[in-house]
């Protein structure tokens, strides 16, 4: 089994755009392995897929000081699900068909830790509570673009009830599993904050290329949320074989 280090660092700001999904369009994605986790909303059971947009500062490998750390952007596709383990037990977290990154070293040592890890271009403003995002991939032509303020709740039809229901599905979600570049398993990792506070945000435009490989009337815009200022640490767990159909692109 490979040995590979636990990292520490800062979430310096995390949008998490959120989709509900119809379930059953998910089957293409998903590998056997993972079903989707719903959620029983106004419209009836829908799965949640959405983009982390995050920014790590003083990333290292635990037990150094923060100077030697680095900061980068980040985006991972994700889409909520279960599993049953090996000792019978229903576990949640999350599949993570593709995650980018502006960082060149973490497309690198990402991709042999954590899974496939692509290079991407990233412009981010933000400031009086405001949040603009894009992100661009053109070897792959996916893109990202997030224009959002802070709010004070959830947008009416949310599947969730309240905010506080929202911050509990994505907390359960802390275990994530992604492709690795070779695509013979599935690397996973385990998010570790030193505390979880979200607070919603009022999305005004929304685009994310992958999502749209989905008929229109699966997918819909649910909420987004925001996390700022939060210690934390990357925990590697036990990779999986693959099974079944997996995309780490569209």
């Keep these: 089994m490979r040995w590979v280090p636990t990292f520490r660092g800062v979430i310096d700001r995390r949008i998490l755009v959120n989709f509900a999904v119809d379930p059953d369009v998910l089957d293409p994605v998903l590998p056997d392995r993972f079903r989707p986790r719903t959620v ?7 799965a949640i897929g959405g983009i982390c947009c995050i ?19 980040n985006a991972a596709h994700r889409i909520g699900v279960e599993w049953d383990d090996d000792d019978g037990e229903t576990r949640s977290g999350v599949y993570v068909p593709r995650r980018d990154t502006s960082s060149r ?7 042999r830790s954590f899974g496939r890890h692509y290079h991407a271009d990233f412009a981010v403003s933000e400031g009086d509570g405001r949040y603009q995002l894009r992100m661009t991939n053109p070897d792959h032509d996916v893109t990202v673009r997030v224009d ?14 309240d905010v506080s229901a929202a911050s509990a599905y994505h907390e359960c979600g802390a275990v994530g599993y992604c492709p690795a570049p070779a ?16 607070e919603p945000l009022s999305v005004d435009s929304v685009h994310a290329s992958f999502f749209e490989q989905f008929p229109d009337d699966a997918v819909s815009f649910d909420n987004a949320l925001l996390m700022r200022d939060i ?17 780490s692109r569209p």
């Design 40 to 46: 029983d909303g106004p419209a009836g059971e829908r």
């Design 55 to 73: 920014r790590l500062t003083a990333m290292r490998p635990r037990g150094l000081p923060a100077v030697v750390g680095v900061t980068s952007e």
């Design 105 to 111: 070293l973490n497309s690198v040592f990402g991709s």
């Design 148 to 161: 959002a303020t802070e709010t004070t709740g959830l947008p009416e039809g949310s599947v969730f009830a």
């Design 183 to 198: 695509g013979d398993r599935l690397e996973g990792v385990e998010l570790a904050t030193d505390e979880w506070h979200v």
């Design 231 to 247: 210690g934390h640490e990357w925990r590697p767990r036990r990779a999986v074989a693959t099974t079944g159909t997996t995309r």
